[in-house]
């Protein structure tokens, strides 16, 4: 058996207990795990300045791309 304890954001457990059946026999254990979820909320988008940066340096690359082409035809020709 896999037994699995876990507090959702907000609860919380301080103890397990495990007993005995009243009829007899026992319990054997030797796989557990003891976890907490936490909700992440974010956000999808990038914010507007992110995007101004992201096409800036997109257009500063095309520019070097650019000039680099108009070096190398002006030492070939």
């Known amino acids: 058996v896999f037994v699995n304890f876990y507090a959702t954001e907000g609860t919380r457990f301080d103890k397990i207990v495990f ?42 690359a095309g520019v070097a791309v650019r000039n680099r082409r108009r070096v190398d035809q002006a030492f070939a020709g």
């Open 19 to 60: 007993r005995e059946s009243p009829a007899g026999g026992g319990y054997e254990s030797d796989n557990h795990t003891v976890g907490y979820f936490k909700t992440i909320t974010g956000t999808g988008v990038p914010e507007p300045a992110t995007w101004a940066m992201m096409i800036i340096g997109f257009g500063a």
